[in-house]
């Protein structure tokens, strides 16, 4: 529900909120909080509420005294897993600098600012994710291990199903913060699940996708397992991916549907998916782990597809990010690429350039493009190519470094 300021300001005081998350991402998509009473929520509209954002990965390194978040009004929801009586409310905000300018490091305004490109064109973008995940038991400490909840594959049903409950609490969780899965199965991986979305509104699609991940992990632990969104995190069993789906609107009408076949419009927007698709796959597989997963995948997800549709309402879908990525600088590339095939009236590839296949490889094709520098601020990249090749380092160093980094990466993916 889209909310202003002012009924914002009213529903706090209706619905007896006594805390207000303040929510935003760091650059590598881990979702970060800034709580305050819901006093003074007046004035963070107005004036913002200043932090001190050493430790914020990606924020840090631009050295900022202090920075201010800038709620959004239109992104209000409780938290149902919260107290009832003095209930916690969150907002996601913008991350600005003390005068009021734009953060180059705020991965959600720079989606924003590529949503607002397509719009010039005459486009409205509507995003959908499909988003693979794994159930873990837990020890006797409450901490993960490396057991997954069940052995069952893909579709099964209770009893082989022991995800079933917690599919079931995470939906309806969703449901109450105004956000409608389309459906949910068990994977093939043994504690695997899936829960898939419907495309929506861009924003709102990237924010409930943010919504979506911490959900995911609350009512796991709730539940009394772990869950993970490590991209391979059994080495001999199925990886998981985020399968991202897009669409154009012109004047309310698919702009990719051309009597149930393909447009020009989108084939140019998957050509310049496609073409970019090497120079992006940092940014959708940014940790080692992810190309463990991606040498298990068959060709066919490697590309760009037009999923057959009944009615018609044609898609693209991208399946090789994996759900470890930050979302807003995936879903940011995503609608560059696409929307610099549509100006260039590029073509489909007949087949598609092959991805790097390590790390490594991802790092170099991506600091030598010159797409990802016009697309991402210098700020934003600088961080991102020392953070990945220092991971990237670690990784080959030893196999204890190699677990070492596992370890720590599956405590917060």
């Not at 390194?61 to 959004?72: I, M, R, Y």
């Not at 953060?103 to 959600?108: G, H, L, S, V």
């Amino acid at each position: 529900m889209d909310y202003t300021q002012k009924e914002v300001l009213q529903f706090v005081r209706e619905n007896d909120v006594k805390f207000v998350r303040l929510a935003f991402c760091d650059i590598f998509g881990v979702l970060k909080n800034f709580s305050i009473l819901s006093s003074e929520l007046e004035s963070a509209f107005e004036h913002g509420i200043a932090f001190n954002p050493c430790g914020i990965d990606g924020f840090s390194e631009q050295n900022p005294a202090e920075l201010l978040l800038v709620p959004d009004p239109s992104t209000l929801t409780l938290l149902p897993w919260r107290p009832h009586e003095g209930c916690v409310a969150r907002l996601f905000c913008d991350v600005r600098q003390l005068d009021g300018v734009p953060f180059a490091c705020d991965t959600r305004h720079l989606f924003k600012m590529a949503v607002s490109k397509t719009a010039r064109l005459g486009y409205r973008c509507r995003i959908g994710s499909n988003c693979e995940f794994y159930l873990f038991k837990t020890n006797e400490f409450g901490d993960p291990t490396l057991s997954p909840q069940d052995l069952a594959g893909y579709l099964d049903v209770a009893p082989l199903d022991k995800g079933e409950n917690v599919r079931r609490d995470i939906c309806l969780t969703l449901e109450q913060m105004d956000i409608t899965p389309e459906s949910s199965h068990h994977e093939a991986g043994p504690g695997q699940n899936e829960i898939d979305f419907k495309r929506s509104e861009a924003i709102y699609a990237a924010d409930h996708f943010t919504t979506f991940k911490s959900v995911v992990k609350a009512i796991s632990a709730r539940n009394g397992v772990y869950a993970s969104f490590m991209p391979k995190p059994l080495a001999d069993r199925c990886g998981s991916g985020l399968h991202v789906t897009v669409s154009l609107y012109e004047n309310g009408i698919n702009a990719f549907h051309n009597n149930l076949k393909p447009s020009r419009i989108c084939d140019q927007f998957r050509a310049g998916i496609q073409r970019r698709l090497p120079e992006m796959t940092l940014f959708f597989n940014p940790l080692a782990n992810s190309y463990e997963r991606l040498h298990d995948r068959a060709p066919y997800s490697r590309d760009v597809h037009v999923p057959y549709d009944v009615k018609g309402d044609l898609k693209l879908e991208i399946k090789s990010p994996d759900p470890a990525c930050n979302h807003y600088l995936a879903f940011t590339l995503i609608l560059l690429a696409g929307v610099d095939g549509i100006e260039s009236s590029a073509r489909p590839l007949q087949k598609q350039p092959p991805l790097p296949e390590t790390l490594g490889q991802a790092i170099e094709t991506a600091s030598t493009s010159d797409f990802i520098r016009a697309a991402l601020p210098q700020a934003v990249r600088n961080t991102y190519f020392k953070r990945k090749t220092e991971e990237w380092n670690i990784y080959n160093k030893s196999k204890d470094d190699k677990e070492l980094l596992f370890n720590r990466q599956f405590l917060c993916i």
